[in-house]
């Protein structure tokens, strides 16, 4: 104790709690009340009877804690030990309907009576009640544990009869409160053990742990129906029957954990990786809440189930993060995502925002994962500074006080090292090789529907992945949602707002119906167009050449055909009248932006013009999207910026009438200088039914139109006539043998400039 504190008092009388039922009449003036106070700030809480029933907690005093006093493991704590005394002095006493409820909005919202996950935060008092440090005067405080065993009884009340506890309304049998609420209570009781507190209380959460560890693994429950939902939820239970299983020293307890993490195997992961949330991917779900408790599993239990869980998500998560080049951040594949809004993908060394940290504890045995965590020196030195920064430290927010965050960065190992982490980089499916395609299928498949998949594109200039079929969730986009480049990074990224329909690479007709919010059906051919022989798409995976997808949306109004080159995408749309085009570009603020007639937008701004075409330069590459016909066209800035503010989405917009073709072709603006003719020209070849396949990608970047000759080594030349500035053409060259190299000789229509690029494929 230090001095600002007193003498700790004996425990003073307590209203007794009522039962849950008695809230049920007349509760309705209390939440209103409640409400009205508000939940927003981080402000000192204090019971509304001023510690006259239950003596208050002592705040901490001015310059407190000391950072040089903890533990590196530890820091984590600090920012909690500041709110200490405002929760646990939120705790009610003078008002026997809400007597132990935490009233004053520190976790989760409805800030309600009925949700029990605010009652969470059980474990947090606790933990400062039953941990004695050199920084943590609340070690056997006794008013604080008073107040523990008022929220305490709160909490045990509000459990249901079948072991399940509400969070939406008084009546609701919920799994996430259930399966989090057991993690909190086991390690609640498991404080109290430990100081042999509360022996009355200790029983009862005992009696409440396992109730509500068999209703969590009762196959008969809704939470177990195939496919598994809201996995996150499922694995946070099994959690808490694992720890519980600990806490009890009752290995019965934890007896069906292995046939349960088996069934998650089948049943609650798709075949594509990931875990269904709920029944499709979620970055925040999967990454921050439900790969850290499958840790939680596997250290209490060493199942291999979880081992293979987690191995399988890696292989996933190795496809949906998009590394900057040379970066260890980057962007999530954010329009797959179902239930949370995503965007960058950044690795976050401070212990404050760790949520992933108990992820490592699969690093040694996964090492794929080495590629998404700070590594180790990295956490070392942020650590060392943090003991030594000045400031005060800042306590933890309402509404981001969450006890799993302390709870797993105190636990979690170190990473693995700068060089490993670079090692597992390079290992990326798109960083290790540059030409694959790889269709990877979903939960969501029904009869008379089209199934949800994923199709990951790699060509050598860049890499793009598209969601088909079934859209229920409105955060989902179908159709491609992003392209990468191996030196420029992301260029495409579409996002998942909810209510704003002006985040995705879309088209958007007239009457509303938008590509990207539709349930799209895809076939694949194999060839330039839609009129190439039909694959089924589990022949796609391990494509190399050019291939097609169209897909129409499910009212059929839409119908686009997206064609993978090997330096770009043409993407040919179809619809019933007028329609925009629009694709959402990630901008950096060295980018250069300028259409066709030569009108250039500054980062950040908004420019329109009549144009056909567009290009966006970045350091050495260009990309240049391409139309036909002059059409009105649009650049703006949504404010919707990531990477610490140095990058920001902006929209291109066409507007057009019927049909629109649009090529976004990559160029190596280095490969197009030094010649009498602006021009860029690539090949790739790949071999298909006894034919070598030769593509041939042609971009005229000069002022003139140009007429490009193709020469082999053997056969006629192709003449490819009158590609006007800005324009591009793809062919594709057929031969019995393959065709390491050819010519391409460019001629302007006007001056008769001539110039000739050899090129390899």
Known sequence: MTGTFPTPSPAP????????????????????????????????AAA??????????????????????????????????????????????????????????????????????????????????????????????????????????????????????????????????????????????????????????RTEIEATLRSACAWLVDLSRPHWATPVGYVNQVVAGLAGVAQTAQVLTDPAIGTTLADRTAFLLEHGQAP???????????????????????????????????????????????????????????FHYASASARNGAGAFEPRVADDLDRVALGRVFLPQVPKLGAFYVPAEEKQAERERWAIDPEPVHPRGKQDSSPRLYMHVSQAPDGVSAAERDARLSELPYLHEDTWTEVKEGSLIGAGRPAQHFTFVRRPSYYLGA??????????????????????????????????????????????????????????HDGPSAIAPEVDRTGVT????????????????ITTDLTHWHDGVRRSVAVDGAALEQIPIVVAPDDLLEFSDGTRVTPGSAGSTVATGFSLIRGGVRFQFSWSDPLTATVTATGRRF??????????????????????????????????????????????????????????????????????????????????????????VES??????????????????????????
């Open 643 to 732: 990477l610490s503010d140095s990058r920001e989405q902006h929209l291109l917009g066409i507007e057009f009438t019927g049909a629109l073709t649009l090529d976004l072709t990559a160029v190596d603006i280095a490969a197009t200088e030094g010649t009498a003719v602006v021009y860029a020209a690539t090949a790739h070849t790949w071999q298909t039914d006894g034919l070598h396949r030769t593509a041939v990608q042609v971009l005229n970047l000069d002022t003139e139109a140009i007429d490009v000759r193709l020469v082999t080594g053997g056969g006629q030349p192709l003449v490819l006539t009158d590609i006007a500035p800005g324009q591009g053409r793809f062919e594709i």
């Open 272 to 330: 594509a990786g990931f875990f269904n949330e709920p029944r499709s991917y979620d970055a925040g779900y999967n990454f921050e809440v439900m790969l850290p408790d499958l840790g939680h599993i596997y250290e209490a239990t060493g199942d291999p189930s979880v081992l293979e869980l987690a191995s399988r998500w890696a292989d996933w998560f190795g496809y949906v993060v998009l590394m900057e080049p040379g970066e260890t951040f980057g």
């Open 13 to 44: 009388l307590r209203l007794p709690p009522l039962s849950r039922r008695s809230f049920l009449g007349g509760i309705g003036a209390a939440s209103a009340a409640v409400l009205a106070g508000g939940v927003a700030g981080a402000g000192p």
């Open 467 to 524: 969601l088909y079929g079934v859209r229920p969730y409105p955060r989902q986009r179908t159709g491609p949602g992003f392209l990468w480049h191996p030196e420029a990074g992301t260029v495409v990224l579409g996002l998942n707002n909810v209510d704003d329909a002006t985040d995705g690479w879309s088209t958007i007709a007239a009457g509303g119906t938008e590509s990207a919010r539709s349930e799209v059906t895809a076939t694949y």
């Open 48 to 201: 509304t009877s001023a510690g006259t029933v239950l003596p208050l907690v002592t705040a901490l005093g001015a310059g407190e804690p000391d950072r040089t006093l903890f533990d590196p493991s530890e820091q984590v704590y600090a920012a909690y030990l500041l709110i200490l005394a405002p929760l646990a002095n939120s705790v009610v006493d003078d008002d026997p309907d809400r007597y132990g409820w935490m009233e004053d909005g520190w976790q989760r919202m409805p800030n309600e009576p009925f949700n029990a996950r605010i009652m969470e935060h059980v474990a947090t008092l606790s933990w400062f009640y039953a941990h004695e440090r050199a920084w943590n005067p609340y070690y056997l405080d006794q008013n604080l544990l008073g107040r523990l065993d008022a929220a305490l009884g709160f909490y045990l009340d509000l459990q249901h009869d079948d072991g399940s506890w509400p969070e939406y309304s008084w009546t609701e049998h919920g799994l996430a409160p259930t399966g989090f609420g057991t993690v909190a209570l086991s390690a609640a009781l498991r404080d109290l053990q430990a100081t042999d507190s509360l022996p009355q209380r």
């Open 736 to 761: 019995r043998r393959p065709v390491s190299a050819l010519l391409a000789i460019a001629t302007t229509a006007q001056t008769r400039r001539t110039a000739a690029k050899r090129i390899t494929s």
């Open 542 to 557: 391990g494509h190399t050449g050019v291939f097609t997808t169209r897909y129409t949306t499910a009212d059929g109004l």
